[in-house]
């Protein structure tokens, strides 16, 4: 069983929005903190946004005022909404899991920006 489901990729024009989500079981969803990373082709996988409370939440510069990152604990499913996307955002989008020195990863969905 895959810990991490990750949906809602796709193409997009320069200036679009995407709305991206991640279903976790209850065990991952509680293990750690929940998180989103991307790598675009030929790059190393970096850090896009990180949720620890709905009130406490870190973003890379890149994507600040651009993305919002959410959940909903019912649902075991966190989001990252995406606004303004740009070409260079063009990258797969995975979905984390963090506790400590452990991680669970999802696939990863491909969202790709064209100009």
């Known amino acids: 069983q895959v810990p991490l489901v990750e949906s809602g990729g796709g193409l997009v024009q320069a200036g679009g929005s995407l709305k991206l989500s991640c279903t976790a079981s209850?065990?991952?969803?509680?293990?750690?903190?929940m998180g989103w990373y991307r790598q675009a082709p030929g790059k190393q996988r970096e850090f896009v946004a990180r949720?620890?409370?709905?009130?406490?939440?870190f973003y890379a510069d890149s994507v600040k005022g651009r993305f919002t990152i959410s959940r909903d604990v019912a649902k075991n499913t966190i989001y990252l909404q995406m606004n303004n996307l740009q070409p260079e955002d063009t990258a797969l989008y995975f979905c984390n899991s963090h506790a400590g020195t452990n991680d669970y990863w999802g696939q990863g969905t491909q969202v790709t920006v064209s100009s």
């Open positions: 949720i620890i409370s709905e009130i406490r939440t």
């Open positions: 209850r065990r991952v969803f509680n293990f750690g903190t």
